[in-house]
């Protein structure tokens, strides 16, 4: 962990001057270790006895085959002793058991009597506008815009610029829920009416949380069930982990690998207690061994217990977890599929894609090289594809990369360091991006070629397109995602369960334009305003201006057209920019000091003319007029600002937004603008980090949460490689913070009828093959005889080959495919989708699966 880049982010004090000491560094030790070095712990200190072993080198990734550690793993009775001290020392030591047998686990924390938490969520608080405050005991508090304030009674919410009831400002109330957009917070009789505006903002309320020492648990664990279609799970492999336990103590080992006799002596030790008999069998043959993906996911989360226990920060496991994979194995411990035993070469030999390589992609790759997947001896490949270059923010959690990797490409260098851990593996890397545009390189025949697509993404777009070539090229993918300590994980396989784009995430809530404009009410509205205006003034413009020129080739080109009076989209746009267009450096100057005078003194100062502080407007009731300001929360009057050359909100360096470079000045001009229209409409300013995490969409990462869900992802690799049958596969989500974690099935894939004994489902593709001469008519016709129902639609992307509504369209039944798609010289077929008449009239035509056309009989690409 020495060799692990320091942390990129400033510390909580408690982090920064915290000591930790961590015994056994085995595949989960050395996880943890990674997690909370990158985290930011003072001093970590390592225990362990062990001589380092040839097979260590499969789940302890620091490890190197010339290598010679100390290691070792602590006994249940030893972690009891240790256990016991930590829990009555003064002031209390935190402790945190962690055990990874083979395909069982376990986390067990103990935080003493007395662990006070500041914030046991962890969630965001938000500014919530009022409507109305009642003068009352108690006086009830409305929400505006019927907005659901999330309250719970018994919190405290702060409250912010209220005019009228004034006094209520910075104080804290505690409130008792009325409904979900109202509240009562005690009694206001005696304070003045409320008049209009102000905010409220949630208050977090400590939480104190007792522990009992691991001997007390032992006999009646409070224990945490991740998978309610399994209840009773936790619990036996709590049993049968103690059964180990006792094994331990009575043969001085662990049972030996496939041993059907040690195996039988572990099921006696769980007869009085109704475990499962074959999970303990299966325990007994794999105790030895340690599953990389599994020692992942287990640190992760054993990891952010420690950084609560130091932190003080989230709610702590309290105080088990306990859950086996569900990875069938034999009893030589070689993984198992549906149809026998899978063999090692299938693991080593498969052939997979890896979109983005960033936190996950880090994590990832170090799985793939423990379980050895790809090995290049079995004709196996990984392809790692990512455009980006690596900052120095990553360093906190992409625990590949080190400080002396600053600019260089994520892929490649992630390449160099997973061949550092397994040097057989076959790694490609690419610096694209998977998107339309590179479907020349991404295409059919290169999909041919894979097994499997895993995506380490950071925003969905990006997911539903590698998802729509994935179901379209029919292979797995193993999707996953983070947001702190947030997670998920979807398993998406053919034929059986359903693909990321069937379903859809609810849309992200846009702001209003005219509040952009004229009424931003909190710092969102202020940056997202400055994160629009560079983009206008530095991107979109130039944009427009490349676009007019890729259009038409040269200025003689331009001018021949205009000569010939021909319309040149784009034409006034242009000119318009080049006249404005700054010569000179002083020229620049000029142009940003109009600039600031225009956003922040001119507009503002025009704006209120007709509309001052005290101006009201009339609402309309059914029979009632009433009067109110128009400047009330959460609209603020502007006030205008002059420019001056000390304010340090002006300090810009001049250079050519990409948020990671401090160097080119995007936040700086970002961070400013938002900053000066803050203060305008006196909106409290935030600081440059917060304005980065706005303005460039940051979704935070943190090494323990990319770790579990990493670990989760490849554990349904072993899974997917097996050919396991549907009820075996496992989709994830978890909050670390809280802590919750739910393992559910992936969803079954749904089957669309057409008529009695025609569906089809997603997975499902229709195939013609025409030729250069192969009419519309003659399309309708083959899809008729080759699927047994005909077409009564045929689009191709947004344009409709034939509706027979539509005037001229049956015309086009005598026309050939070629001419209606007009496709390129290099394409060899299309996907068209088509529809059919209903059963029953007045019903809407029913869509069918999508129909690749082929434009030649071999599927080559066609001639013009």
Request: net charge negative; glycine share 6%; aromatic share 8%.
């Amino acid at each position: 962990p020495s060799s692990l880049p320091p942390p990129s982010s400033p510390l909580p004090p408690q982090m920064a001057q915290s000591s930790v000491f961590l015994s056994g560094m085995g595949g989960l030790g050395v996880e943890i270790a990674k997690n909370i070095v990158l985290a930011g712990v003072k001093v970590l200190t390592l225990h362990d006895t062990k001589q380092c072993e040839t097979w260590d080198l499969g789940s302890n990734f620091f490890l190197r085959q010339d290598d010679c550690v100390i290691l070792t793993e602590a006994r249940l009775s030893l972690q009891k002793k240790i256990n016991d001290f930590c829990h009555f020392h003064q002031p209390p030591i935190r402790f945190i058991g962690c055990d990874a047998y083979g395909i069982c686990v376990r986390v067990f924390c103990d935080f003493g009597d007395q662990f006070e938490v500041s914030d046991p969520t962890g969630e965001e608080a938000k500014e919530m506008f009022i409507q109305n405050i009642t003068q009352g005991n108690p006086g009830v508090v409305t929400c505006m815009d019927s907005r659901t304030h999330g309250l719970q009674t018994g919190q405290s919410v702060l409250f912010r610029e209220v005019n009228g009831m004034d006094t209520l400002n910075g104080t804290a109330r505690q409130v008792t829920v009325l409904s979900p957009y109202s509240f009562s917070v005690g009694d206001t009789s005696c304070l003045q009416p409320y008049a209009h505006g102000g905010f409220f903002l949630p208050v977090k309320t400590p939480r104190t949380y007792s522990f009992e020492t691991m001997e007390q648990q032992l006999s009646e664990p409070q224990v945490l069930t991740p998978d309610f279609s399994k209840p009773e799970a936790p619990l036996q492999i709590h049993a049968a982990m103690l059964a180990l336990d006792a094994f331990q103590e009575q043969h001085n080992r662990l049972p030996n690998i496939g041993c059907c006799q040690d195996a039988e002596v572990l099921v006696k030790l769980t007869e009085e207690a109704p475990v499962n008999s074959e999970l303990v069998r299966c325990l007994s043959r794999t105790a030895q061994g340690s599953l990389p993906p599994l020692a992942a996911a287990v640190g992760g989360i054993a990891s952010q217990e420690v950084l609560k226990a130091l932190t003080g920060k989230f709610a702590p496991l309290q105080q088990w977890v306990g859950q086996p994979t569900a990875i069938h194995l034999t009893e030589e411990g070689r993984f198992e599929g549906t149809d026998g035993v899978v063999d090692d070469r299938v693991l080593w030999g498969w052939c997979l894609l890896q979109v983005g390589c960033g936190a996950i992609g880090c994590e990832m790759l170090k799985n793939f090289a423990l379980l050895g997947v790809g090995l290049a001896k079995s004709s196996g490949e990984v392809c790692v594809t990512d455009p980006d270059l690596i900052e120095k923010s990553n360093l906190n959690r992409q625990f590949l990369f080190r400080s002396q990797h600053i600019q260089k490409p994520k892929s490649t260098t992630a390449v160099v360091a997973t061949l550092e851990i397994n040097p057989e593996m076959q790694v490609d890397a690419h610096l694209n991006k998977v998107c339309p545009a590179t479907e020349g390189v991404y295409n059919d025949l290169f999909y041919s070629r894979l097994h499997l697509v895993v995506t380490a993404l950071d925003n969905v777009e990006a997911r539903r397109y590698v998802d729509s070539r994935s179901v379209s090229n029919q292979k797995a993918l193993l999707d996953s995602g983070t947001m702190g300590t947030k997670g998920h994980t979807e398993i998406i396989v053919p034929n059986l369960t359903e693909s990321y784009n069937s379903h859809r995430d609810p849309p992200e809530e846009e702001i209003p334009f005219c509040t952009l404009k004229s009424f931003p009410a909190v710092i969102e509205h202020t940056i997202q305003w400055a994160r629009d205006k560079f983009e206008s003034a530095f991107a979109h413009k130039p944009t427009i201006y490349n676009m007019f020129w890729q259009t038409h080739s040269s200025a003689e080109a331009v001018l021949q057209r205009m000569q010939q009076r021909e319309t040149l989209e784009g034409a006034f746009q242009v000119v318009k920019l080049l006249s404005r267009r700054p010569s000179q450096w002083e020229h620049c100057i000029i142009l940003a000091r109009l600039k600031f005078d225009k956003y922040f003194k001119r507009k503002v100062t025009l704006l209120p003319s007709p509309l001052p502080p005290t101006h009201t407007h009339t609402h309309t009731h059914t029979h009632t007029h009433t009067d109110s300001l128009f400047w009330q929360s959460p609209k603020r009057p502007p006030s205008p600002i002059e420019f001056d050359l000390k304010d340090s909100l002006l300090r810009m360096s001049p250079q050519v937004f990409e948020k990671d470079d401090d160097l080119n000045g995007h936040m700086d001009f970002v961070a400013s603008a938002s900053s000066l229209r803050a203060r305008m409409y006196s909106i409290e300013v935030a600081d440059r980090l917060k304005t980065k995490r706005i303005a460039g969409k940051i979704i935070p990462a943190i090494a323990t949460a990319t770790a579990a869900v990493a670990g989760l992802v490849s554990l349904e690799l072993v899974k997917v490689v097996g050919g396991y049958g549907f009820e075996s596969f496992n989709n994830c989500f978890f909050n670390l913070a809280i802590p919750v974690m739910v393992l559910t099935e992936a969803a079954p894939v749904k089957r669309t009828q057409i008529r009695e004994d025609i569906s089809f489902s997603i997975w499902d593709r229709w195939t013609v093959w025409g030729h250069q001469h192969f009419s519309l008519s003659d399309f309708i016709n083959a899809v008729l005889v080759n699927y047994g129902i005909e077409p009564t639609m045929v689009v191709h992307g947004v344009k409709m080959l034939y509706v027979p509504v539509m005037p001229g369209h049956n015309k086009r039944l005598k026309l050939t495919m070629q001419k209606l798609i007009k496709p390129s010289v290099d394409r060899r077929y299309v996907d068209l989708t088509v529809s059919f008449a209903p059963e029953s009239d007045g019903d809407e035509d029913l869509p069918g699966p999508p129909v690749r056309y082929y434009f030649s009989p071999d599927g080559d690409a066609h001639t013009a």
